[in-house]
């Protein structure tokens, strides 16, 4: 991404006065560069994930490089705030409703529930947040209604 582009949306979160949150793409050099653009320029981020959406062991593999890279570019003292590191970031894809799957009637959420209890217990010391997406994609909603045919 073009510099220029990330300062437009940091710039564009402070004047709307919201707090941005940012899945970094999971390549080390490319979170690295910018990480460090926005350190060095004193952009406001709230926080960053390693990637989005996404789970596995490179993910998870990530988080301590992560940390590290964080703490060296907002070392104590520094002017720019230091952005908290929140993770996994895994989408998960719900088919009933949230109190139905979290109750364990949804084999993606419990699957997901279990890679993420296994992702905070291998990266959970270097995390300041945890945090997941829950959508709701594919259970069953009100058919559409048909409209009468003109013919």
């Not at 406001?44 to 990637?51: I, K, Q, R």
């Not at 490179?58 to 988080?63: H, K, M, W």
């Not at 230091?82 to 959420?109: C, E, F, N, W």
């Amino acid at each position: 991404m073009p510099m220029s582009y990330w300062k437009t949306m940091t710039d564009f979160a402070a004047q709307s006065k919201h707090k941005l949150m940012f899945g970094l793409v999971p390549q080390p050099k490319e979170a690295a560069a910018l990480i460090s653009y926005t350190a060095a320029q004193r952009l406001p981020l709230h926080a960053v994930t390693f990637g989005n959406e996404l789970d596995g062991p490179q993910i998870t593999a990530g988080y301590p490089a992560l940390r590290k890279l964080l703490d060296a570019q907002y070392p104590p003292g520094s002017a720019a705030t230091k952005p908290l590191l929140a993770g996994p970031d895994v989408a998960m894809q719900r088919h009933v409703p949230i109190d139905t799957a979290l109750a364990g009637h949804d084999d993606s959420v419990n699957e997901k529930l279990n890679w993420v209890s296994q992702f905070t217990k291998a990266a959970g010391t270097e995390l300041d947040v945890v945090s997941w997406h829950t959508c709701t994609c594919c259970f069953p909603r009100r058919p559409p209604r048909s409209l009468p045919r003109r013919d």
